[in-house]
Every structure is written in structure tokens, then in C-alpha cells.
């Protein structure tokens, strides 16, 4: 059974920063790209990054460009996200997601993906 856990969020301040980490199950994440959303309150969803089979493979929304990571353990089968010099508009519930494609798609902040984690919150304010 394919499965997605994210861990790492909570509370910081702005300027801070968090790691968040995707556990994956059930599948060898070594094969397959995985991606970042977030969805805020009253917010669409919105895609933050993706890292495929490779960490020369990865992409990243405008909006974290410069300040979000994305890298792979697959020692570990986990995803992170390192997220520095936070902003309060970085604050959402953040979710990581694979279509189970070696391949970060050309769209990739579109989908569908097929598996998702149950999401984590960040909150960034003073």
C-alpha cells in the first residue's frame, strides 16, 4: 500500500526556518518523483517544488525560488523540503504527493497526482 507521511511543520517565526520531511511506504521512492503543495485557508492548492530520480531534477514555484530545497534520502525513502527566510504568506498546510513517474512532468504543479500525505501545517508569524 503506497503511503505518504509528512512531519517537520509548526510554528516560527518570520525569517525562520523548518524542515519538512515525506516518509514514504508501501513503494521504493528511489524510482519515482515526488512534490510539495500547500494549501492556505481560502487558497487553491498551489504546487511549491518537485525533485525527480535525480536531484539534478527538481522545480520550484516563483513564489520560493532562492529560499526552499528540495532533496531526496533514498536511504531513507524521504523527500524534504528545507524552507528558510520564511514568510507569514508561506503559511499553510503543506502536503507531498507522486503520480509514481520517474519524471517531473512539464506541468508538474497541475497533476493529478494519485497518492497524497495527510499534510502538515507551518505557520510562520511573530
Known amino acids: 500500500q503506497v503511503q505518504l507521511v509528512e512531519s517537520g511543520g509548526g510554528l516560527v517565526q518570520p525569517g525562520g526556518s523548518l524542515r519538512l520531511s515525506c516518509a514514504a511506504s508501501g513503494f521504493t521512492l528511489d524510482y519515482y518523483a515526488i512534490c510539495w503543495f500547500r494549501q492556505a485557508p481560502g487558497k487553491e492548492r498551489e504546487g511549491v517544488s518537485c525533485i525527480g530520480t535525480s536531484d539534478d531534477s527538481t522545480a520550484y514555484a516563483d513564489s520560493v525560488k532562492g529560499r526552499f530545497t528540495i532533496s531526496r534520502d533514498n536511504a531513507k525513502n524521504t523527500v524534504y523540503l528545507q524552507m528558510n527566510s520564511l514568510k507569514p504568506e508561506d503559511t499553510a498546510v503543506y502536503y507531498c504527493?507522486?503520480?509514481?513517474?520517474?519524471?517531473?512532468?512539464?506541468?508538474?504543479?497541475?497533476?493529478?497526482?494519485?497518492?497524497w500525505g495527510q499534510g502538515t501545517q507551518v505557520t510562520v508569524s511573530s
Open positions: 504527493a507522486t503520480d509514481l513517474s520517474p519524471f517531473v512532468r512539464a506541468r508538474w504543479t497541475k497533476g493529478p497526482y494519485n497518492y
